[in-house]
């Protein structure tokens, strides 16, 4: 299972912008697709999980602000992100489990300028 994720990159407080996740390789049993994010010297966060039969799940910061959602026939996730702000600014990496298994894709810088 390989994933390729897409999208990230600078944008003022406010505005909005969207990550891919494409999934190829082993895609079948992909149980959950997510994004969490990472600035230097924390540790990484979850920002939104999507479970099969469609159950989503959010980081508490991100609420109201960020969607996230999945077009299995393109085997993609994605992460919308509205009103972001400065504290937004992070790597963000997209996960995949299968059976149990975790993959992680290539992490995509986001900045958010004040």
């Known amino acids: 299972v390989q994933l390729q994720a897409s999208g990230g990159g600078l944008v003022q407080a406010g505005g909005s912008l969207r990550l891919s996740c494409a999934v190829s390789g082993s895609v079948f049993n992909i149980n959950a697709m997510g994004w969490y994010r990472q600035t230097p010297g924390k540790q990484r966060d979850l920002v939104a999980d999507i479970i099969v039969g469609r159950d989503t799940y959010y980081g508490d910061s991100v609420k109201g602000r960020f969607t996230i959602s999945r077009d299995n026939a393109k085997n993609t996730v994605y992460l919308q992100m509205d009103s972001l702000k400065p504290e937004d600014t992070a790597v963000y990496s997209c996960?995949?489990?299968?059976?149990?298994?975790?993959?992680w894709g290539q992490g995509s810088e986001v900045t958010v300028s004040s």
């Open positions: 996960r995949g489990v299968q059976r149990g298994d975790v993959y």
